[in-house]
Every structure is written in structure tokens, then in C-alpha cells.
């Protein structure tokens, strides 16, 4: 009995210093705070709980409370105060204070087993969550944010207007520095002002803290009117509009104007033609010198709308280089020295205005000897998208050099029906990883819209993991924030949502083990009825009934259980998009593989008069396989249109719903020749070769 005795204690103790990754799942923090202590006891927010802020900085802490009071009020429906003071109260409250504005915390800490020492920089934090109360320390407002965003995780939603929150005691701060994400506004969609704050708003409550714009053509600049497309350009007043409510968040609006290559919408117009490497192409020439007129005059007025210490000039992927104006240059000095040489004319340009330059770095790590001549102050973003278990190779160049970077993983999105997760978590989890290794001063992970018809909101996953990657140490758990997303992202208690995402990424693995590539786009669009088409017909045609099927499973799951998404609500919309649409692809591939049998059985065996036209009927009649086809492709193309002008601008939508529109008129003339077929055998007992009728799978 007496070594029971002694035991129990023990476990006690041990429960209550648990490693920070076995609590951060039982709580399912997104990220995982760095320490965390779980006590016994939960406080109860009710009607009378107070929000209360420090009144030393009551204006700029609001914010951080507003957070606190929403979330609560979705909670429990019930609206709280929120207060100030300049101490904190007893019992019943929320405070939140400044760690240098109330003297008497760091007693209170103390007393809680932490200690609000300097580690806590500039975004740290400390929360303290007893029965009678919560406390949110930081020294800035930054880490006092982060620190609310916390306690908003924690809060459990109870039942008759009542929640709780489980007593514990964190102590947190970022791992990287620079936490942010890349979005694509030049490749077709262009958010509206509305949907960008609504990214800052969501980001920022996972801690990332920077935004970034990647543009080519579409800002308004006034001195250069005819780069942007009007109604697809964003303003002056639009961003600064942007700036402002990002510092409410902590969110920096990094902008990115490409002044290298990515300049085709540029540099399609006739007067910008003399710049341009080859004619009317893509890359600026570096020996012309109205080239760098150009860039004086576009960052003389984009940069200073954005007062953040950080400005990227793109300047990846310049194929073109030294194959037109820069020929003979490039043939002299070698496509290395010609690029860095652009690089430097460029830092000079952005140099008066006190930022740090950051450009891409797949160019210059083609040439790592040429990297000690860059200018040091500059920062080479290092990006991959792909599954790698390393990417020393990668970083490695730059840190000999002694050149900062920030490493750039990605969501897997592009081209894609629905993002590639498995492949987008496996990159961000590893380049992080190795980012932190090398030093990388953040991450900067992206999203791009390469064909025109990304949808942001599908991308949430692989943003919030890459949150979770850039504050977390080291290496983090695919499975374990995974099995938290369905609580840090959409408030739901199980893992409804997470199962059905994994469902429409396993489309990807199941036509990649076929032999047909991903779930892309491209395959969605390809006419089954073309040679081209019926060979991805046939090797797709394994994985058709496992791709509907998993469609259909989250499908089915997404509409009986949307209402269990108690945040991020809209977002599900985008899913079940997903699921539609992934599901018409595999019905494309089966059912095409059908039409073609039952063409060629009637074709072979046109003196069977029943067989032929129960056949054609098969294809094209009511409620036939090309009808099905057809209704459900014009079905998505409502739904797309709807989902697109929730994020973005009516700009460009027409050019992704020609191609539903192209497709349904492809299924529908299909009908329409079906049916001639069926009277020409009704006439004259022939049937046109199946070639003729696009049936090429025999």
C-alpha cells in the first residue's frame, strides 16, 4: 500500500509536465505552443465574464479582445463585455495586459510555474487559465495577439449558451521569424478587398504574420495604364486600405512585382515591345537600359504604399535570358554573370526605399560561384514543391555564401481539381524543417493559379500546416495536426472534415498508380472522344470506380455534416465543389469506356436491329450517358461561378467557363451525332465507323 501511495503522486506530477507534442494533441493546438502544463479544472465563461484589457494600451489590444469576444459568441451566443483596468481582476475575467504595463504579473506567473523572461521576443506570450480566471501576458501587443488566439483553441463548446476552457499554463514564441503566404492574384483570379482581409483575418489566427501579393500586371499604376486590366486591377487606395487592416492582425502586406521574367502581360503591348527579350515574350532585357526606366517608374509607385521592411522582385524562371537582345552579352559574360548583374541594378533601384530585396532563387542557384558577388543584404527565397525527404541541396549554396533565404514550399494546387495534400504536406513539413537548419529567416509558402482556376479556399490545409511548421521547432507531424484540424479550423469535435479532404486527395495516388497522372485540370477538360483522349481513357480506366467512390464517401459525408462546421462555414462549399467535380471526372473515364464498348458491340453486330438500338440508346437518350455527362457539367459550371465571385472579381471568370461551357457542347453534339446515327440505322441498317463518331477504344 505504501508504494501505491508513493506512485500516484508521481503519475500526478508526470501527467502534469507532459511533453509539449502528447498535451499540444490532447488539446489540439494549431500550432503547438512550445510549452504547455495542463492543470486540473476548467474555468466557465458565462453571461457575466468580463473581457478585461490593460488600460495602458486598451486601443491597440482591443483588437486581440474582439477575437476572444467573437469567438465566445459563437460559442455561446452570448455577447461579452469588454472592459479595461489597470490591474488584473480577481475572478470571472479574461485579461489581457502588456508584461511591463501590470507589475503584479510576473508574481502571478511565478506562481504558475512560468517565467516571463526575455525568450518571449517580440511575439511570445504567456497564458494562464485557472478556475477563476484568464490571464494573457506578452511584452507587445504582437505576442499578446497570438497569445489570444490561443485561449480562442482552447475554449470548448459546451451546450445551453455555456462554454469552458481547460486550466492550463503556456508559455509560447515563434520559431521563425517570418511566417507567411504567397498568393497568386496574376494568373486569372483577383481577389476581391473584402476576401483579402478575410485571408488576414484567417492566417492570422494560426500566427502567420506575413501576406504577400504575387504580381505581374495587375496593379494599377498610373504612369504605365495600359499594363493592368481595369476591372481586374488592384488600387492604390485598395492597398492601402489592405495595410491598414493588416496591421490590426500583424499581418505585413509583402507585395512581389516581377522585374525579371513573368512579364508576357506586360510586354505583350506593342509600346513595351522594345524591352522585351524576345518579341512580345516573357523576360525583360537587362541590356536595355528603358528597361530599368521601366522598373524606377513601377516601384517609384508601388513601393512606398507598402511600409512593411521586406519587397520582392520576383525574378524566377527567365527562359528567354540571352536568346534575343542579351544574345551576344550572354554569349560574352555567361547567362550567370548576365542575371546577377540584374539582380544588383535592381537591389540599387529598391535600395532608397529601405527594404530588403527578396527574389526567387532557382536562377541564381544554377550558378553558386557567382553567389558570393550578389549583394549580401539580400534574401533568396528557396523553392520546391515537390515530396523530397531533404533539401540541403537546396539551402546549403546560399549558407555558404552567406546569403539569407526564406524557403518557399507549396500547397500543390495549381493545375489541380482538388490540392495534392499528401504531396503539399510532405514538402512544406521537410523545407521547413531544413529551413529552420539552415537559418531561413521564415517561410513563405504559396499558392498559384498557373491555368486560371484555383479557388483559394481549397488551399486552407496546407496554409494552416504550414502555420503550424513555421512556429512549431523542428519537424512536425503530418498525422498529429491532422487529427487537430477538424477543432483549429472548423470548431468540430471529430474528424469528419479531415476524412473527407484525404478522401478527394487520395484522387491523385490512385490515378497516379494508373499510369495517368494526377487529378488535373488538363484531364478534367480532355475530350474523351479525340485519340488523345481515348488513351487517357484507358489508362485512367482502373482508378475511375475508386475516385468516384471516394468522391461520393466525402461527398455524402460533406452534405450530412456540414452543419458541424461551427467555424469556416463557407469553406465546405468548396469541398463539396471538389467532390462533384472529381466524381464527374471518374464518371467521365467510365462512362466513356462504356459508350465505347456499346458503339463497337452495335457497329459489329448492326443486323441485330435490338442490340443496335438498345445500344444507342445506352449512349445518348433520356437519362442516357452523355446526358448525365452533359447536366452534370453544366451543373459545376453554376456552382464554379458562385464559388469564384465569393473570393474574387467578376475579371476572368469567363474565361474558365467557356471551357464548361466548351465541354458541355462537346456532350452535347456527341448526342446530337448519336442521334443521327440512331436514324441514319433506322433508314438505311449503317452506322458510321466508330472512328467517324469519336470512338476510338475498341
Given at each position: 500500500?505504501?508504494?501505491?501511495?508513493?506512485?500516484?503522486?508521481?503519475?500526478?506530477?508526470?501527467?502534469?509536465?507532459?511533453?509539449?507534442?502528447?498535451?499540444?494533441?490532447?488539446?489540439?493546438?494549431?500550432?503547438?505552443p512550445k510549452q504547455v502544463q495542463k492543470q486540473n479544472g476548467a474555468f466557465n465563461i458565462t453571461s457575466k465574464t468580463r473581457i478585461v484589457i490593460n488600460s495602458a494600451h486598451t486601443e491597440e489590444d482591443r483588437t486581440a479582445a474582439e477575437t476572444i469576444a467573437e469567438e465566445i459568441e459563437s460559442a455561446t451566443g452570448q455577447?461579452?463585455?469588454?472592459?479595461?483596468?489597470?490591474?488584473?481582476?480577481?475572478?470571472?475575467?479574461?485579461?489581457?495586459?502588456?508584461?511591463?504595463?501590470?507589475?503584479?504579473?510576473?508574481?502571478?506567473?511565478?506562481?504558475?510555474?512560468?517565467?516571463?523572461?526575455?525568450?518571449?521576443?517580440?511575439?511570445?506570450?504567456?497564458?494562464?487559465?485557472?478556475?477563476?480566471?484568464?490571464?494573457?501576458?506578452?511584452?507587445?501587443?504582437?505576442?499578446?495577439?497570438?497569445?489570444?488566439?490561443?485561449?480562442?483553441?482552447?475554449?470548448?463548446?459546451?451546450?445551453?449558451?455555456?462554454?469552458?476552457?481547460?486550466?492550463?499554463?503556456?508559455?509560447?514564441?515563434?520559431?521563425?521569424?517570418?511566417?507567411?503566404?504567397?498568393?497568386?492574384?496574376?494568373?486569372?483570379?483577383?481577389?476581391?478587398?473584402?476576401?483579402?482581409?478575410?485571408?488576414?483575418?484567417?492566417?492570422?489566427?494560426?500566427?502567420?504574420?506575413?501576406?504577400?501579393?504575387?504580381?505581374?500586371?495587375?496593379?494599377?499604376?498610373?504612369?504605365?495604364?495600359?499594363?493592368?486590366?481595369?476591372?481586374?486591377?488592384?488600387?492604390?487606395?485598395?492597398?492601402?486600405?489592405?495595410?491598414?487592416?493588416?496591421?490590426?492582425?500583424?499581418?505585413?502586406?509583402?507585395?512581389?512585382?516581377?522585374?525579371?521574367?513573368?512579364?508576357?502581360?506586360?510586354?505583350?503591348?506593342?509600346?513595351?515591345?522594345?524591352?522585351?527579350?524576345?518579341?512580345?515574350?516573357?523576360?525583360?532585357?537587362?541590356?536595355?537600359?528603358?528597361?530599368?526606366?521601366?522598373?524606377?517608374?513601377?516601384?517609384?509607385?508601388?513601393?512606398?504604399?507598402?511600409?512593411?521592411?521586406?519587397?520582392?522582385?520576383?525574378?524566377?524562371?527567365?527562359?528567354?535570358?540571352?536568346?534575343?537582345?542579351?544574345?551576344?552579352?550572354?554569349?560574352?559574360?555567361?547567362?550567370?554573370?548576365?542575371?546577377?548583374?540584374?539582380?544588383?541594378?535592381?537591389?540599387?533601384?529598391?535600395?532608397?526605399?529601405?527594404?530588403?530585396?527578396?527574389?526567387?532563387?532557382?536562377?541564381?542557384?544554377?550558378?553558386?560561384?557567382?553567389?558570393?558577388?550578389?549583394?549580401?543584404?539580400?534574401?533568396?527565397?528557396?523553392?520546391?514543391?515537390?515530396?523530397?525527404?531533404?533539401?540541403?541541396?537546396?539551402?546549403?549554396?546560399?549558407?555558404?555564401?552567406?546569403?539569407?533565404?526564406?524557403?518557399?514550399?507549396?500547397?500543390?494546387?495549381?493545375?489541380?481539381?482538388?490540392?495534392?495534400?499528401?504531396?503539399?504536406?510532405?514538402?512544406?513539413?521537410?523545407?521547413?524543417?531544413?529551413?529552420?537548419?539552415?537559418?531561413?529567416?521564415?517561410?513563405?509558402?504559396?499558392?498559384?493559379?498557373?491555368?486560371?482556376?484555383?479557388?483559394?479556399?481549397?488551399?486552407?490545409?496546407?496554409?494552416?500546416?504550414?502555420?503550424?511548421?513555421?512556429?512549431?521547432?523542428?519537424?512536425?507531424?503530418?498525422?498529429?495536426?491532422?487529427?487537430?484540424?477538424?477543432?483549429?479550423?472548423?470548431?468540430?469535435?471529430?474528424?469528419?472534415?479531415?476524412?473527407?479532404?484525404?478522401?478527394?486527395?487520395?484522387?491523385?495516388?490512385?490515378?497516379?498508380?494508373?499510369?495517368?497522372?494526377?487529378?488535373?485540370?488538363?484531364?478534367?477538360?480532355?475530350?474523351?472522344?479525340?485519340?488523345?483522349?481515348?488513351?487517357?481513357?484507358?489508362?485512367?480506366?482502373?482508378?475511375?470506380?475508386?475516385?468516384?467512390?471516394?468522391?461520393?464517401?466525402?461527398?455524402?459525408?460533406?452534405?450530412?455534416?456540414?452543419?458541424?462546421?461551427?467555424?469556416?462555414?463557407?469553406?465546405?462549399?468548396?469541398?463539396?465543389?471538389?467532390?462533384?467535380?472529381?466524381?464527374?471526372?471518374?464518371?467521365?473515364?467510365?462512362?466513356?469506356?462504356?459508350?465505347?464498348?456499346?458503339?463497337?458491340?452495335?457497329?459489329?453486330?448492326?443486323?441485330?436491329?435490338?442490340?443496335?438500338?438498345?445500344?444507342?440508346?445506352?449512349?445518348?437518350?433520356?437519362?442516357?450517358?452523355?446526358?448525365?455527362?452533359?447536366?452534370?457539367?453544366?451543373?459545376?459550371?453554376?456552382?464554379?461561378?458562385?464559388?469564384?465571385?465569393?473570393?474574387?472579381?467578376?475579371?476572368?471568370?469567363?474565361n474558365v467557363v467557356v471551357r464548361y461551357d466548351n465541354l458541355a457542347s462537346l456532350f452535347q453534339s456527341k448526342i446530337q451525332a448519336v442521334q443521327e446515327a440512331k436514324a441514319q440505322y433506322r433508314e438505311q441498317s449503317t452506322l458510321p465507323t466508330p472512328q467517324q463518331m469519336g470512338f476510338f477504344i475498341r
Amino acid at each position: 500500500m505504501k508504494r501505491t501511495n508513493l506512485i500516484l503522486p508521481v503519475c500526478a506530477l508526470l501527467f502534469l509536465f507532459l511533453p509539449v507534442r502528447a498535451i499540444g494533441q490532447d488539446l489540439k493546438l494549431v500550432p503547438e505552443p512550445k510549452q504547455v502544463q495542463k492543470q486540473n479544472g476548467a474555468f466557465n465563461i458565462t453571461s457575466k465574464t468580463r473581457i478585461v484589457i490593460n488600460s495602458a494600451h486598451t486601443e491597440e489590444d482591443r483588437t486581440a479582445a474582439e477575437t476572444i469576444a467573437e469567438e465566445i459568441e459563437s460559442a455561446t451566443g452570448q455577447k461579452i463585455k469588454i472592459a479595461t483596468a489597470r490591474s488584473a481582476p480577481k475572478s470571472n475575467a479574461i485579461y489581457l495586459a502588456r508584461t511591463g504595463d501590470d507589475r503584479k504579473l510576473s508574481s502571478l506567473f511565478e506562481a504558475a510555474n512560468i517565467n516571463l523572461d526575455d525568450k518571449l521576443g517580440e511575439e511570445g506570450y504567456a497564458l494562464y487559465v485557472s478556475v477563476e480566471r484568464v490571464i494573457i501576458a506578452a511584452p507587445t501587443g504582437q505576442g499578446l495577439f497570438y497569445g489570444a488566439q490561443t485561449l480562442r483553441q482552447l475554449i470548448d463548446r459546451g451546450e445551453a449558451k455555456r462554454a469552458t476552457c481547460q486550466a492550463v499554463t503556456i508559455k509560447d514564441w515563434p520559431t521563425m521569424r517570418w511566417r507567411g503566404v504567397h498568393d497568386d492574384i496574376s494568373r486569372g483570379p483577383v481577389p476581391t478587398l473584402d476576401y483579402m482581409k478575410k485571408q488576414i483575418r484567417t492566417c492570422a489566427a494560426f500566427k502567420l504574420n506575413m501576406f504577400s501579393l504575387y504580381i505581374e500586371h495587375t496593379f494599377d499604376y498610373q504612369k504605365h495604364p495600359l499594363i493592368a486590366p481595369k476591372e481586374g486591377a488592384v488600387t492604390a487606395d485598395e492597398v492601402k486600405q489592405l495595410v491598414e487592416y493588416g496591421k490590426r492582425y500583424y499581418v505585413t502586406i509583402v507585395p512581389e512585382q516581377q522585374a525579371f521574367g513573368h512579364l508576357h502581360h506586360v510586354l505583350k503591348n506593342e509600346v513595351y515591345n522594345d524591352i522585351a527579350e524576345t518579341p512580345h515574350g516573357h523576360v525583360l532585357a537587362p541590356v536595355n537600359e528603358k528597361s530599368y526606366e521601366f522598373i524606377k517608374d513601377i516601384y517609384a509607385e508601388l513601393v512606398p504604399l507598402f511600409p512593411g521592411p521586406l519587397f520582392h522582385i520576383g525574378a524566377d524562371e527567365t527562359f528567354e535570358l540571352g536568346r534575343g537582345q542579351t544574345k551576344a552579352r550572354a554569349d560574352e559574360v555567361g547567362l550567370g554573370l548576365v542575371y546577377v548583374e540584374h539582380l544588383k541594378r535592381v537591389a540599387e533601384i529598391v535600395k532608397p526605399y529601405n527594404k530588403r530585396l527578396m527574389f526567387w532563387g532557382d536562377i541564381a542557384i544554377k550558378y553558386p560561384k557567382l553567389l558570393s558577388v550578389m549583394p549580401k543584404d539580400v534574401i533568396a527565397v528557396a523553392w520546391n514543391y515537390n515530396a523530397n525527404a531533404q533539401f540541403d541541396d537546396l539551402l546549403k549554396p546560399y549558407k555558404d555564401a552567406g546569403i539569407d533565404i526564406m524557403v518557399s514550399p507549396g500547397a500543390n494546387n495549381w493545375n489541380r481539381i482538388f490540392p495534392n495534400f499528401d504531396t503539399a504536406f510532405i514538402n512544406i513539413k521537410n523545407l521547413v524543417r531544413d529551413g529552420q537548419k539552415y537559418g531561413a529567416l521564415g517561410m513563405l509558402n504559396t499558392t498559384w493559379d498557373d491555368d486560371g482556376e484555383a479557388l483559394f479556399a481549397m488551399t486552407w490545409p496546407a496554409i494552416v500546416f504550414g502555420a503550424a511548421c513555421s512556429w512549431q521547432e523542428g519537424e512536425a507531424a503530418i498525422e498529429s495536426f491532422k487529427s487537430k484540424y477538424d477543432w483549429a479550423f472548423y470548431r468540430n469535435t471529430d474528424n469528419t472534415f479531415r476524412d473527407a479532404i484525404q478522401s478527394l486527395t487520395r484522387a491523385h495516388s490512385l490515378l497516379r498508380a494508373a499510369g495517368a497522372g494526377e487529378a488535373n485540370d488538363e484531364a478534367f477538360w480532355t475530350d474523351p472522344f479525340s485519340e488523345v483522349g481515348a488513351s487517357y481513357i484507358e489508362k485512367a480506366a482502373t482508378a475511375a470506380k475508386d475516385v468516384r467512390l471516394e468522391a461520393e464517401r466525402a461527398l455524402a459525408s460533406l452534405y450530412r455534416n456540414r452543419a458541424k462546421a461551427k467555424a469556416n462555414l463557407d469553406t465546405v462549399d468548396y469541398l463539396i465543389f471538389a467532390a462533384i467535380r472529381l466524381d464527374l471526372l471518374g464518371m467521365k473515364i467510365q462512362f466513356a469506356g462504356e459508350m465505347n464498348k456499346y458503339y463497337w458491340e452495335a457497329y459489329l453486330n448492326m443486323s441485330n436491329r435490338s442490340l443496335v438500338l438498345r445500344n444507342l440508346n445506352e449512349i445518348a437518350s433520356v437519362n442516357a450517358r452523355l446526358q448525365d455527362l452533359r447536366d452534370q457539367t453544366t451543373r459545376l459550371r453554376g456552382m464554379y461561378s458562385d464559388l469564384w465571385m465569393r473570393e474574387n472579381r467578376p475579371y476572368w471568370l469567363g474565361n474558365v467557363v467557356v471551357r464548361y461551357d466548351n465541354l458541355a457542347s462537346l456532350f452535347q453534339s456527341k448526342i446530337q451525332a448519336v442521334q443521327e446515327a440512331k436514324a441514319q440505322y433506322r433508314e438505311q441498317s449503317t452506322l458510321p465507323t466508330p472512328q467517324q463518331m469519336g470512338f476510338f477504344i475498341r
